[in-house]
């Protein structure tokens, strides 16, 4: 079935009407980064290889066309971030957390929901924990290119885990710190650049206001657990509310 629907994408491409692809597969290929099953997901994540790659116009997904490595497979993210040997993996993550121009839309829809698999699910022994550590610092810089409004969504996901999930309170704690990163470099590197279309339509006050009111509180109260099983946690959690705190102006502190 899947071969099947590879030969739909390369002719569809060719013809230039890829209505189905559009309206029916892509949506597909979405909801399979979800899937349990690695198998499944690889076959998901072929035909999105086979998409950008045949694609080129489609403005959608152009902008992971670096990640296919022109069709190499050898150096592709898309056949190598599943793929059995464990240092293509790595290589893979590498090579994603160096692209700097991916659409929020497809890093919170494709990208997030697949290496979260990695993080939540992870494998047993030091290689499971290098590919776990080394997906944190991924979505990390990831979250460098979510608009506003998906990096809120992402945040508020990961504070709801880090309610109903307690023994996977480590590992959310991570990803929080990690996305908390990405945006302090975004927010930073802003006050340098022109504001982006995302930036005009969400105004500083409101993500200010954000922070203060959906970030912090939850990250305050864990600070305050007396629980001295928890204090390396607590030392993670204290920096990422640093973090946020030097992004309020300072008459938020008067």
Not at 145 to 165: A, E, H, I, P, T
Request: charge should be neutral.
């Amino acid at each position: 079935a899947a071969r099947a629907l590879e030969l739909l994408i390369v002719a569809s491409s060719k013809t230039g009407n890829l209505d189905l692809i559009k309206s029916d597969l892509f949506p597909a290929v979405q909801r399979g980064m979800r899937e349990p099953s690695e198998l499944v997901r690889a076959e998901y994540l072929r035909l999105l290889g086979r998409m950008v790659e045949c694609c080129t116009e489609w403005i959608e997904i152009n902008d992971m066309a670096a990640l296919s490595v022109e069709g190499d497979e050898e150096a592709s993210f898309f056949t190598n971030v599943l793929h059995i040997q464990h240092h293509r993996r790595l290589r893979a993550l590498r090579r994603l957390a160096e692209e700097p121009k991916l659409k929020s839309h497809n890093v919170s829809r494709i990208f997030l929901p697949l290496l979260e698999q990695f993080i939540f699910d992870q494998a047993e022994g030091d290689a499971g924990r290098t590919l776990s550590d080394t997906t944190v610092i991924t979505i990390g810089s990831l979250a460098k290119n979510l608009k506003w409004s998906d990096y809120r969504s992402v945040m508020k996901r990961y504070f709801g885990q880090l309610k109903k999930n307690p023994d996977q309170e480590k590992v959310v704690l991570r990803l929080i710190s990690a996305l908390v990163d990405g945006l302090t470099a975004r927010m930073n590197n802003q006050q340098d650049t022109a504001m982006t279309t995302d930036e005009q339509e969400v105004s500083r006050t409101n993500r200010q206001r954000v922070i203060m009111d959906e970030f912090l509180p939850p990250l305050s109260e864990y600070l305050h657990r007396k629980d001295e099983s928890t204090v390396d946690r607590r030392v993670t959690v204290a920096v990422s509310i640093t973090k946020l705190l030097r992004l309020l102006p300072e008459n938020e502190f008067i």
